[in-house]
């Protein structure tokens, strides 16, 4: 069974830092490419952050620029976003997602490309 188990959101002040883990179990992760999207309260989900079959990242978003990164462990099977200087606009659940493609280096920002989700973790910016 293909499956991907977000993990590590929480409650931070503002100015803190989390790491959110993407684990996927059933496949392996550096066959897709691996987006982070992150949804709040009213307002339509949006791509953050892609990193592609060859490790290629992609920031789609100017807000989380300088302050959110992607990486990978191939070992683990694992992607993370490293998300620093954390602000009560990043309040949202965040969600990581795969991307079956064939061009090692694409990526998308379009929800609707992506073909395995996973439950979402929420994220608190909040003093």
């Known amino acids: 069974q293909l499956q991907l188990v977000e993990s590590g959101g929480g409650l931070v002040q503002p100015g803190g830092s989390l790491r959110l883990s993407c684990a996927a179990s059933g496949f392996s992760l550096v066959r897709y490419a691996i987006g982070w999207f992150r949804q709040a309260p009213g307002k339509e989900r949006e791509g953050i952050l892609c990193?592609?079959?060859?490790?290629?990242?992609?920031n789609f978003a100017d807000s989380v620029s300088r302050r959110f990164t992607v990486s990978r462990d191939t070992a683990k099977n694992t992607v993370y976003l490293q998300m620093n200087s954390l602000k009560p606009e990043d309040t949202a659940i965040y969600y990581c997602?795969?991307?079956?493609?064939?061009?090692?280096?694409?990526?998308?920002?379009?929800?609707?490309?992506?073909?395995?989700w996973g439950q979402g973790t929420q994220v608190t910016v909040s003093s």
């Open positions: 997602a795969a991307l079956s493609v064939l061009a090692l280096d694409y990526c998308s920002d379009y929800a609707g490309e992506y073909d395995y």
């Open positions: 990193i592609s079959k060859s490790g290629t990242r992609t």
